[in-house]
């Protein structure tokens, strides 16, 4: 299940661990792949770590795979409306050299991918904290005798603005 979230996810270039967990929550196709799992970002950052190799070995044979069935086009595509004959192509014919060369860009793109994606992971834990998902209620709205103080604060200060509006005393229904 990891293996596939992580494939999907780096497929449509979402890297960070925390943006996949809520993706887990919310989206329909990391649902699906995840058979409804809602794993937390650390226990999918943990197998990342645990796997990193094995993970940079099948993310490229996967592309590999993907290429040779014709599913992906990997590379630069323009179009400058150029109309030339001819009966090959030279993207589709390549030579011994060409393949091992492009095998070679194509483990630098998944190595780069990989620790851009562990990168992201960082920061996020550098900024939220290592066992915090980010979206975390503030701590003066954690508990609930603070939480209650604080609503009754943006009551008051609600109908002191109401007040204000209409010119008169504050009724006590904003």
């Not at 834990?125 to 005798?145: S, V």
């Amino acid at each position: 299940m990891m293996v596939k979230v992580r494939l999907y996810a780096c497929c449509i270039g979402v890297l960070s661990l925390r943006k996949i967990a809520k993706r887990l929550e919310e989206d329909v196709s990391f649902k699906v792949l995840a058979a409804n799992n809602t794993p937390d970002f650390r226990p999918i950052s943990d197998f990342r770590k645990e796997h990193l190799e094995a993970l940079s070995g099948l993310f490229l044979q996967v592309l590999k795979l993907c290429k040779k069935a014709g599913l992906v086009k990997l590379g630069l595509v323009s179009v400058d409306g150029s109309k030339i004959k001819a009966n090959t192509s030279k993207h589709k014919a390549m030579s011994y050299k060409r393949m091992k060369e492009e095998e070679i860009r194509l483990e630098a793109e998944v190595k780069e991918l990989l620790e851009k994606a562990e990168a992201i992971d960082e920061a996020e834990d550098r900024q939220c904290g290592n066992n915090k998902q980010g979206d975390e209620l503030p701590k003066e709205l954690a508990f609930r005798e603070s939480r209650l103080k604080r609503i009754r604060e943006a009551w008051q200060s609600l109908e002191a603005e109401l007040a204000r509006i209409a010119g008169k005393k504050a009724t006590g229904i904003p």
